[in-house]
């Protein structure tokens, strides 16, 4: 076996790396040349109540949940200061894992799950449990308390495997809850560097749990009669099965999912500002974003040049390795991946829509799928409807702005958008016509301080914000 492979044999339970039950491994393929790169165990029901019943442990009888929220926001520092000594390391493993530019993976998970640390840090700092509500019925007041949650389980997926832990684990440690994690198949072996820093720092024993392993192990764990919450990134299928098994046994899901999102053109928008934002908003980490902009609506007058800007776009993304800081397309995540994405592209054609992309043929070897602008779909067809989670985007033209804001909310997601227009008031006056969990204006850039998440099919409840915190906490009255 060569000695750049990374070779997981344990779970994270209990403070300790523990060697997994039974044989059973996820092998993981670096999809820019489809070597194997590492190996990590698939937790079975064994492993998972094992680090379950750690977590219980920690959570019933240890100190996390019972320190003063300030304490946890120290620990919290210290874990983001040790996660930031080693975040180029594990940004580097998320490129060879999943073929995420490296630009990228620097950003999202090196950079950004250190500030989403630093920041749940701060606000455990401010956190209070106890508030006095003045009564409504009758004289003096009542105790509003507000406890964590207990054991939550973070089920994450692979497309920004640091960042998308990170956004759930700040809050829920301020919270004073306790944590299993489950990564992702495809990205089973970054995620370990928060095992590696919450030994480096000595956080309390089960305060942290990991198991690896895929949706098997997901279901394992939602279904745990230990877990008391849980918290999950992923597809609108996956989320809908957990949602399911979150309800019959009556604890709490927040549900981060898919997404189909509009970039609305205004006729007076401007073309370099709309280009300069797409080439990221929709094409950036190779199109793998649950944010990006993959359809584009065009005001009918302005679609022959908007078309050709965007087909100029595809042809002039830089594709290559992703380890290469000027890529900003590499491959796609998987084999299966690229097989679906080829699927979904090939039968829109086959179904009569323009498919625009490059001459110059793909890098060969990796799983890479060419950048493409697809027009003459129809907005109701499925390419235009199903989430394609690759550098694909259709455009459509629209007659009047109301048809514009109907084909945006014509589509059974809502977890992004954008407007593009000179007149910004004009621009937040559609904006605020599409049902959506965030939109932007000439541009889409999530900012931690508000509250991110989908409204249909998108997902249910936020992440972001102090309001996050509030995901891992239960509320109980004390009346007086
Ligand atoms: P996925 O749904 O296949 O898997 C996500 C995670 O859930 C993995 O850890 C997987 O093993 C686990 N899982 C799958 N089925 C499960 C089940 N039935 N029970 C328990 N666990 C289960 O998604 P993916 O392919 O890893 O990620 C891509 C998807 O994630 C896209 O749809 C994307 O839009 C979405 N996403 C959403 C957001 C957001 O914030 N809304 C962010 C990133 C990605």
């Given at each position: 076996?060569?000695?750049?492979?990374?070779?997981?044999?344990?779970?994270?339970?209990?403070?300790?790396?523990?060697?997994?039950?039974?044989?059973?491994?996820?092998?993981?393929?670096n999809p820019f040349d489809r070597?194997?790169?590492?190996?990590?165990?698939?937790?079975?029901?064994?492993?998972?109540?094992?680090?379950?019943?750690?977590?219980?442990?920690?959570?019933?009888?240890?100190?996390?949940?019972?320190?003063?929220?300030?304490?946890?926001?120290?620990?919290?520092?210290?874990?983001?200061?040790?996660?930031?000594?080693?975040?180029?390391?594990?940004?580097?493993?998320?490129?060879?894992?999943?073929?995420?530019?490296?630009?990228?993976?620097?950003?999202?998970?090196?950079?950004?799950?250190v500030q989403h640390l630093r920041y749940y840090a701060r606000l455990a700092r401010t956190l209070s449990g106890e508030e006095e509500r003045v009564n409504v019925d009758r004289e003096g007041s009542s105790l509003h308390l507000r406890r964590p949650l207990g054991v939550a389980a973070l089920i994450v997926p692979w497309n920004h495997p640091q960042s998308s832990t990170t956004l759930k684990l700040g809050p829920a440690l301020a919270a004073g809850c306790v944590v299993v994690i489950k990564p992702a198949p495809e990205s089973p072996l970054d995620i370990f560097s928060l095992a590696d820093a919450a030994r480096a720092i000595g956080l309390p024993p089960g305060v942290i749990n990991i198991v690896t392993g895929?949706?098997?192990?997901?279901?394992?764990?939602?279904?745990?009669?230990?877990?008391?919450?849980?918290?999950?990134?992923?597809?609108?299928?996956?989320?809908?099965?957990?949602?399911s098994v979150a309800g019959a046994r009556l604890i709490p899901a927040t549900l981060e999912l898919g997404g189909k999102s509009a970039a609305i053109l205004l006729d007076d928008a401007d073309l370099d500002v709309v280009v300069g934002s797409l080439r990221t908003a929709s094409f950036g980490n190779t199109g793998q974003n649950c944010v990006a902009l993959s359809r584009i609506?065009?005001?009918?007058?302005?679609?022959?040049?908007?078309?050709?800007?965007?087909?100029?776009?595809?042809?002039?993304?830089?594709?290559?390795?992703?380890?290469?800081?000027?890529?900003?397309?590499?491959?796609?995540?998987?084999?299966?991946?690229?097989?679906?994405?080829?699927?979904?592209?090939?039968?829109?054609?086959?179904?009569?829509?323009?498919?625009?992309?490059?001459?110059?043929p793909a890098p060969t070897g990796g799983c890479f799928f060419t950048p493409r602008v697809i027009t003459g779909a129809a907005?109701?067809?499925?390419?235009?409807?199903?989430?394609?989670?690759?550098?694909?985007?259709?455009?459509?033209?629209?007659?009047?702005?109301?048809?514009?804001?109907?084909?945006?909310?014509?589509?059974?997601?809502?977890?992004?958008?954008?407007?593009?227009?000179?007149?910004?008031e004009r621009a937040l006056a559609v904006a605020r016509r599409v049902h959506t969990?965030?939109?932007?204006?000439?541009?889409?850039?999530?900012d931690l301080g508000s509250p991110f998440g989908g409204v249909k099919d998108s997902g249910l409840g936020r992440e972001f914000g102090p309001d996050a915190i509030e995901n891992y906490r239960e509320s109980t009255s004390v009346f007086r």
């Open positions: 076996m060569p000695d750049s492979m990374t070779i997981r044999e344990t779970l994270f339970a209990g403070g300790e790396l523990v060697r997994a039950n039974g044989d059973d491994a996820l092998t993981v393929r070597s194997v790169l590492g190996r990590a165990p698939a937790c079975g029901r064994a492993d998972v109540d094992r680090a379950v019943r750690a977590a219980r442990a920690a959570f019933d009888d240890g100190p996390w949940p019972r320190l003063p929220p300030g304490e946890r926001g120290d620990w919290i520092d210290r874990l983001a200061d040790e996660i930031e000594r080693n975040a180029a390391h594990s940004a580097a493993l998320v490129t060879d894992e999943i073929g995420q530019p490296a630009t990228v993976a620097g950003y999202m998970n090196g950079i950004r799950p895929g949706a098997e192990t997901g279901r394992a764990l939602v279904s745990h009669p230990g877990v008391d919450k849980v918290a999950f990134t992923g597809s609108t299928a996956a989320g809908r099965d957990i949602a609506l065009v005001p009918e007058s302005r679609y022959p040049r908007v078309v050709d800007a965007l087909v100029d776009l595809a042809r002039d993304l830089r594709m290559g390795d992703p380890k290469d800081p000027r890529t900003e397309v590499g491959p796609l995540v998987s084999e299966r991946a690229l097989a679906r994405v080829t699927e979904m592209v090939g039968a829109a054609a086959a179904a009569g829509a323009a498919v625009h992309t490059r001459e110059t907005p109701d067809s499925p390419i235009a409807q199903e989430e394609i989670f690759g550098p694909a985007v259709t455009v459509h033209p629209y007659r009047d702005l109301d048809e514009g804001v109907r084909i945006a909310n014509a589509t059974g997601y809502g977890l992004a958008g954008a407007v593009y227009g000179a007149d910004e969990g965030s939109i932007g204006v000439n541009g889409y850039r999530p």
